[in-house]
């Protein structure tokens, strides 16, 4: 890995605190991706992007602020990205998967709160995001109340701006979802200084549903049976598409799609055909949480599908890209994230219907709903997830874990007695 000391040392990081967590990166990714046998090619550009992801992807963040572009960091996928990208600004996820800065982040957070929104805040107060420091703007919104809140103290620190997402989708919360997309993208003209037109938008709306296409052609690939990738490197995949440059992280995934087809053909795959067929229900995975898959995949089971938004809920819908006027397509752009499927929606029917469907399509022979723990939206409505697939007969494990490794054996227990149970029905 190239130098990239004196990057981090002018973005103000701690050093000592980031080389922690950049030592310990490349152990748990190696035990985690690198021994998996029967790999495709392809995932090697995904390796590389790992192992550079505090550093040629950061550097590149520099490189376009040096020539008066804007950084914006955001937490969930209900940011329109589109919007940032016909303004002339890069987008970047700024979730992370990762206990990191707990101590600092405990003295302006309750204990027991949900890990994703620590690690975010511990990132930032023990300044070891380099992502979080190259952002010239912090975008949040307000699904569940711990986020929301928590952007009230992020906001001591760093400018957040705060989107306001309903929790309902009636015609009133559509117009008023509307407006916070139309004033998003004020806000971002005022911002970065760039008017967003119609070409612009048009081609943002296009590169953006690129990427999206290549995550679904990607996804249909790995329904084959026998899977010709695992599911740890489809998450990890998905992972990367919230941080690296759109078009070449487009190109990767159908190069890596185009070895895929070939190996379907051929037959060949990472697991034994016939074997046990997984969905991932819940909450996010931010990188590097792995904890979960990595269980799942050595103990025997291929995961086909995540419906999560570090996997379909991210990618399943595009914009549509008929509209010639701003308007337009910023009314499409406003639908089209309106339908997705988060647990902070009440009641949130059509959640439950795409569990159901994806089982049936994706030939899932049960599915595994993880959830964060403190995560109220998804623990709460783990009990509508349970009461409509046991009326379609659907096997469920339900699993709450955070970032921890402490309950990984037990984690264990419970997948292999569930898969077990799956082998005698
Ligand atoms: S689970 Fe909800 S709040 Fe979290 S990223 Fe997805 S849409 Fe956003
Ligand atoms: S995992 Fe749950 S509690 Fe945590 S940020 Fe997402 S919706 Fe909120």
């Excluded at 995961?303 to 399943?316: A, D, K, Q, S």
């Excluded at 997705?340 to 029917?349: D, G, S």
């Excluded at 159901?356 to 109220?376: P, Q, Y």
Aim: hydrophobic share 40%; aromatic share 6%; charged share 25%.
């Amino acid at each position: 890995m190239a130098d990239h000391r004196k990057m981090w040392q002018s973005l103000g990081l701690d050093l000592a605190s980031h080389d922690q967590l950049m030592d310990v990166l490349p152990i748990s990714y190696g035990s985690v991706y690198m021994n998996q046998e029967n790999r495709p090619e392809g995932m090697e550009y995904f390796d590389f992007v790992v192992s550079e992801v505090h550093g040629q992807r950061i550097q590149e963040l520099q490189d376009h602020k040096a020539a008066g572009g804007k950084v914006v960091g955001a937490f969930c996928v209900y940011v329109p990205e589109e919007i940032v990208r016909a303004a002339g600004g890069i987008q970047v996820g700024l979730c992370s998967g990762v206990e990191i800065g707990t101590a600092q982040a405990e003295k302006v957070l309750p204990r027991n709160i949900c890990p994703l929104i620590k690690s975010f805040m511990g990132f930032k107060l023990g300044k070891v995001c380099p992502y979080f420091e190259s952002s010239d703007m912090v975008v949040g919104e307000t699904t569940c109340d711990g986020k929301k809140k928590a952007f009230e103290i992020l906001n001591d620190y760093v400018p957040v701006y705060v989107m306001e997402t309903p929790q309902m989708k009636r015609e009133k919360d559509k117009a008023l979802w509307l407006s916070e997309v139309q004033d998003f993208l004020a806000t971002l003209e005022e911002y970065t200084g760039n008017k967003v037109t119609a070409e612009s938008l048009r081609q943002a709306i296009k590169e953006t549903n690129d990427k999206r296409r290549s995550l679904l052609r990607l996804n249909k690939l790995r329904l084959q049976d026998p899977a010709p990738i695992s599911g740890k490197d489809c998450l990890l995949i998905e992972q990367i598409s919230m941080y690296d440059d759109v078009p070449r992280f487009t190109a990767q995934v159908n190069a890596l799609c185009d070895e895929l087809e070939v190996r379907v053909k051929g037959g060949r795959g990472v697991a034994e055909a016939g074997g046990p067929r997984l969905i991932l229900s819940g909450t996010p995975m931010a990188l590097p949480n792995w904890k979960v898959p990595h269980v799942i995949e050595t103990s025997g089971a291929v995961i086909v599908g995540e419906e999560m938004c570090t996997g379909l809920r991210y990618f399943e819908n595009l914009v549509p890209e008929d509209g010639e006027t701003v308007e337009q397509m910023v009314e499409a752009i406003a639908a089209r994230y309106l339908d997705i499927n988060c647990a902070c929606f009440t009641p949130n029917e059509s959640r439950m219907e795409k569990i159901v469907s994806l089982t049936r399509e994706m030939k899932a022979h049960g599915v595994i709903n993880c959830t964060l723990a403190f995560c109220d939206p998804y623990l709460v409505e783990a009990n509508r997830v349970a009461k409509r697939l046991k009326e379609h007969n659907i096997p469920l494990l339900d699993l709450e874990t955070d970032y921890g490794q402490e309950d990984t054996a037990q984690i264990k227990t419970r997948i292999e007695a569930f898969l077990e149970m799956l082998a005698n029905r």
